[in-house]
């Protein structure tokens, strides 16, 4: 899974790996995330979840083999 930004700088690396059960949902992976990473809970609850590139609501169901970002909020004028 890919990291960007304050993301990246909480968890201390750009890429993280989280073993997840068959039939996991995007909602399931936020979940492993903030017991993995308690200092992201606040953060990824504004984040957007992509899935092979693709923006991915909480009920999308992830693959073994799936490609997954979390992209942060972006702020700027």
Do not use: Q, W
């Not at 899974?1 to 968890?11: G, Q, T």
Request: aromatic content about 4%.
């Amino acid at each position: 899974m890919l990291l960007f930004a304050k993301l990246r700088d909480i968890a201390g690396a750009d890429r993280v790996d989280v073993e997840l059960p068959a039939g996991a949902t995007v909602a399931n992976l936020r979940r492993a995330l903030t017991t993995s990473y308690p200092d992201l809970a606040s953060l990824l609850e504004r984040c957007a979840i992509a899935v092979n590139h693709d923006f991915a609501v909480d009920d999308t169901v992830l693959g073994d083999r799936d490609e997954i970002a979390v992209i942060p909020p972006v702020s700027g004028g």
